[in-house]
């Protein structure tokens, strides 16, 4: 494999690689609820498992990192390292702690604001998904919204999964295209 092509390798993969981590943070947490929790709650100090969740969360966005900075490089992102940062921080700081809820929000706001500017900035060079990416994030962000304010759920759990879906899809999208050269 190419070294050059690694961040790419690693964009496409991050879906995977979220799911087989959340799946291992779900089996230490049986408590956990979709509907009655946030994800966060499974790293809280009270958590006595608390470290798989966190570390999850580091390991996922350290990856994440290096894939947008390969996308950065290849001029398919502007915001996305800084949304890497900032969920790096959601793990560092769990939920008791002041700047918590601030990383998590900025992580979704950054995510998403990048998949909408680069959207656009794809369709401007002509490819037609381009207009479908920038529209689906900020219906994410709006529908995220939504289920929050109207307590849909007890938990913020579906509505973050819900940006993470849209997120981690766009990884894989902009992998895709680096592997192909565009």
């Known amino acids: 494999m190419e070294s050059g092509k690694l ?17 291992v943070v779900l089996w230490k947490n049986p408590w956990f609820s979709f509907t009655d929790n946030a994800l966060s709650d499974m790293g809280s100090i009270r958590n006595p498992v608390n470290y798989y969740f966190n570390g999850f969360l580091m390991v996922s966005a350290a990856i994440g990192f290096i894939a947008a900075i390969g996308a950065l490089r290849n001029g398919l992102s502007y915001l996305m390292p800084l949304a890497m940062v900032s969920l790096f921080l959601v793990g560092v700081f ?32 002509g490819v037609n998904l381009g207009y479908i990416w920038a529209v689906l994030a900020i219906l994410t962000f709006f529908f995220m919204l939504y289920l929050v304010k109207a307590r849909v759920f007890k938990g913020l759990a579906i509505p973050e999964l819900v940006g993470a879906v849209t997120i981690l899809a766009w990884f894989v999208y902009i992998g895709l295209l680096q592997l192909r050269g565009l």
Do not use: Q
Request: net charge negative; hydrophobic share 60%; aromatic share 14%.
């Open 7 to 23: 961040p790419a390798y690693l964009s496409a993969l991050l879906p995977a690689i979220f799911l087989g981590g959340l799946a």
């Open 94 to 125: 769990p939920e008791e702690y002041a700047p918590h809820a601030p990383a998590a929000v900025f992580f979704y706001v950054l995510a998403l604001a990048d998949i909408a500017l680069i959207g656009i900035k794809l369709t401007r060079y």
